[in-house]
């Protein structure tokens, strides 16, 4: 690994993600509040800001991991790794944004195959260290072999491919996020966890996930989309399931913590543990959505022949998220956790951060959109349900527009069920009430 030594100002300019110190390149502009979509790739040591949503959220669900002690007992520590962290943001907020109480349990790994992110990182680092100070010493006993890595301020940084790096050390907890598929790193991922595990997966081919890339669907994915309303949803749940059929064929199952489509990206979150049990029961999850004439669907394990052509799948068919953990991902929670003070902004603009009373204000709101509607869907999206696309009910009631979302809700809740936003770029809400009581409630909204 080359020497990370040196002022970073004077490779790039500086942006605050969280309440952490972000080293932008030279020739990368400087991020808008907001973003959608993919960024445009500027070379080594890239960073989308796009992704800042979920790198907040993954904050959020290891503080909670470590918090409520749902993934490791209370005296033991939690082992991390970034298998592709390129400038290793997430991992630097890992260590800067959990709570100071929870650090010296959690080890962290860093990982990338490109050595000028990873100096980057490191000099990062070094220049921005975190809040509180972990020394950790190299953990020998857990490699069969030294790994090829240095230890800085808390992180251990290893310069190797990701399927070498998953494979290195039984982890706890492994953030999967390649530029593209995460299908060629799926097996080494889930054989590297520890008995019982945490692990979050990202893809980006979102084309062959939604069914636009009917052949990179296929071949990636062994699944078949159809693109319509549902074609979002239907790309978390084909990850998902890949994830728990590589799971099962390891003999480990799923339990699902999150799973979202977010802008240009898929992102599944999931408890993973070692059961044959468990790995032999996953096909009860796995099924196809079948579109009915109405314009709703149908959740089956095996479609008719005269079905298939409106049918998609294979793919997870069970609840998507847990309720205690989505729960709590509240507003409140992110602010308190990921908003900067007025500290962490000083010593920021001392360094040469540029930020100003506007800059606060949008960072709020980014930090506030990245956790939007889950915690309210939580319930819901945890058991049986129907998602539903707002600009979809006029023509399934036979009206000439639809309600106010939020006057729906209070009109279902009345009706003694339950209704709430989904998070995603379109208006999808999601119910356990009947489709003809929905109906009937739009319809006496519009009467």
Request: proline content about 5%.
């Amino acid at each position: 690994m080359a020497d990370a030594s040196g002022s970073t100002e004077r490779d790039g300019r500086l942006w605050m993600e969280g309440k952490t110190l972000v080293q932008l390149s030279a020739d990368q502009e400087r991020p808008t509040h907001m973003p959608r979509g993919p960024a445009k790739r500027t070379g080594p040591g890239f960073l989308n800001p796009a992704m800042a949503p979920a790198r907040t959220r993954s904050v959020l669900l290891l503080a909670d991991a470590l918090e409520h002690d749902w993934l490791v007992k209370p005296d033991h520590d939690l082992r991390a790794l970034d298998a592709l962290c390129a400038t290793g943001v997430r991992v630097r907020r890992w260590r800067n944004e959990v709570p100071a109480e929870h650090q010296q349990r959690l080890r962290i790994t860093a990982n990338d195959l490109d050595n000028v992110a990873l100096n980057r990182l490191i000099a990062a680092h070094e220049h921005h260290p975190p809040a509180t100070r972990v020394d950790h010493a190299l953990e020998d006993d857990r490699y069969e072999r030294l790994p090829s890595g240095t230890m800085h301020n808390g992180l251990f940084v290893m310069n190797n491919d990701a399927r070498i790096a998953l494979m290195e050390a039984a982890y706890q907890w492994v953030d999967l996020d390649p530029f593209g598929s995460p299908v060629n790193f799926l097996d080494a991922a889930v054989q590297g966890l520890s008995r019982v595990a945490f692990l979050e997966v990202t893809a980006t081919d979102t084309a062959a996930l939604t069914g636009s890339s009917a052949s990179s669907g296929q071949r990636r994915y062994g699944a078949k989309g159809i693109v319509d309303s549902y074609a979002h949803d239907d790309a978390v749940r084909v990850l998902l399931g890949l994830i728990a059929t590589t799971a099962a064929r390891h003999d480990r199952c799923v339990e699902p913590v999150l799973a979202l489509f977010d802008g240009h990206h898929v992102r599944v979150s999931v408890k993973i543990r070692r059961s044959r049990e468990g790995a032999s029961d996953v096909l009860q999850s796995m099924g196809w959505r079948v579109r009915n004439e109405d314009g709703t669907y149908r959740f089956v394990q095996h479609p008719a022949p005269d079905e298939v052509g409106k049918a998609s799948g294979p793919m997870w068919i069970g609840p998507l998220w847990d309720k205690d953990i989505a729960g709590r991902m509240t507003e409140e929670r992110v602010l308190s956790l990921c908003n900067p003070t007025e500290d962490d902004i000083s010593r920021g603009q001392a360094n040469g951060l540029i930020w100003n009373e506007d800059d606060s204000k949008y960072a709020a709101r980014e930090l506030v959109r990245s956790v939007r509607y889950i915690a309210q869907a939580a319930d819901l999206m945890s058991r049986e349900h129907t998602l539903y696309h707002m600009d979809d009910l006029p023509n399934m009631a036979g009206v000439g527009h639809g309600p106010k979302m939020e006057a729906l809700f209070e009109a279902v809740q009345q009706n003694g069920y339950h209704a709430a936003r989904v998070p995603d770029i379109d208006p999808f809400f999601v119910t356990d009430a009947p489709h003809d009581e929905l109906m009937a409630v739009v319809r006496a909204l519009l009467a």
